[in-house]
């Protein structure tokens, strides 16, 4: 079993950055897909951005493509969210999420994934 934590989440003005880390302990033989959410107060959890396990392969909603960037060192920890020109509606909990997979795709869906974080508060003042 694997526990993941969050960390790098803050209070940021629309237009900053912040980096968002997700480090993984417990059972790390295993290399794990990736995948980021967030969720916002009345709103369901959605997909952010993905990363396969070999870290070649990622994916990204819409609504932060070319604004988020998702990294790891290879199968190694830990696994970052990198979030430029912020804006008042990225303000969320961002989780981070590991699937335990031989195969190098990615994974968009919550339901893709068994492990979770706590999640780490983000938020974009106007």
């Known amino acids: 079993q694997v526990q993941l934590v969050e960390s790098g989440g803050g209070l940021v003005q629309a237009g900053g950055s912040l980096r968002l880390s997700c480090s993984a302990s417990?059972?790390?033989?295993?290399?794990?897909?990736m995948g980021w959410f967030r969720q916002a107060p009345g709103k369901e959890r959605e997909f952010v951005a993905a990363?396969?396990?070999?870290?070649?392969?990622?994916d990204y909603a819409d609504s932060v493509k070319g604004r988020f960037t998702i990294s790891r060192d290879a199968a190694k920890n830990p696994v970052y969210l990198q979030m430029d020109a912020l804006k008042p509606e990225d303000t969320a909990v961002y989780y981070c999420?590991?699937?335990?997979?031989?195969?190098?795709?990615?994974?968009?869906?919550?339901?893709?994934?068994?492990?979770w974080g706590q999640g780490t508060q983000v938020t974009v003042s106007s």
């Open positions: 990363i396969g396990r070999r870290g070649t392969v990622t």
């Open positions: 999420a590991a699937r335990d997979t031989v195969y190098g795709r990615v994974y968009s869906r919550a339901a893709d994934y068994g492990t």
């Open positions: 417990g059972r790390t033989d295993v290399t794990y897909a």
